[in-house]
């Protein structure tokens, strides 16, 4: 088993996305409990994030949802899975899953994902953890978004080390691939500077 025990994973909320989308989420699940890895998600029951933890629920998989308390009286929550956390808001939340998992999945998402993505990133970039980032690039999904990365360099907003903190994988099997080889959970975030 490889070093990775529990993984975050930030995806699209929304079913009215292409199939293609929806079956990475549906094989990525599966993957991470076949794998057991635990996975740690937003807790919802929608989108992306539905399918994901279906899959790894009927794997056999361990699944932590951590769920503002709106969300989940709004009856966005899962009822399903093996834990659901209520938290008061979303940075309560992102700090608790960033803080469970032991490196970070990004499947094709919308604002949310992206919101989770670059603040991730952002926190990696300023040396509060140093887990490991994977951007799945599930069709190309993410191809604009690295272009972006690549402006920021090219202007001078962005140091040129920016791009690369972020691992960029084009499936899911990829993605399983570098968590196999993942090196060990470097030591705690620096919560007192979140
Ligand atoms: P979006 O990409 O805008 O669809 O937002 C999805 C991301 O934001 C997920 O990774 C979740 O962590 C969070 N999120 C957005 N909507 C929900 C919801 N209804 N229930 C739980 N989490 C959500």
Not at 54 to 65: I, M
Not at 94 to 114: C, H, S, Y
Request: glycine fraction near 12%; charged fraction near 20%; hydrophobic fraction near 45%.
């Amino acid at each position: 088993m490889g070093n990775i025990r529990r993984l975050c994973v930030y995806c699209g909320s929304s079913d009215a996305v292409d199939r293609q989308y929806r079956d990475a989420a549906s094989e990525l699940g599966a993957c991470l409990a076949s794998s057991g890895i635990g996975l740690v998600y937003g807790g919802g029951r929608v989108g992306l994030m539905g399918l994901l933890a279906d899959a790894a629920l009927a794997g056999g998989g361990a699944v932590t949802g951590i769920i503002p308390l709106r969300l989940r009286d709004a009856e966005l929550a899962h009822s399903g899975i093996s834990e659901l956390l209520v938290v008061d808001g979303m940075h309560e939340r992102k700090r608790v899953m960033a803080e469970k998992a032991d490196a970070f999945a990004i499947l094709p998402g919308g604002i949310g994902t992206l919101d989770e993505t670059f603040e991730i990133v952002s926190w990696k970039q300023l040396g509060l953890h140093r887990k490991p980032i994977l951007l799945v690039d599930i069709a190309g999904y993410w191809k604009p978004l690295l272009r972006v990365f690549d402006h920021l360099v090219a202007e001078g907003f962005a140091r040129p080390q920016v791009p690369g903190l972020l691992q960029v994988v084009p499936t899911v099997a990829a993605l399983m691939a570098a968590l196999a080889v993942a090196p060990p959970p470097s030591p705690d975030m620096h919560p007192e500077l979140l």
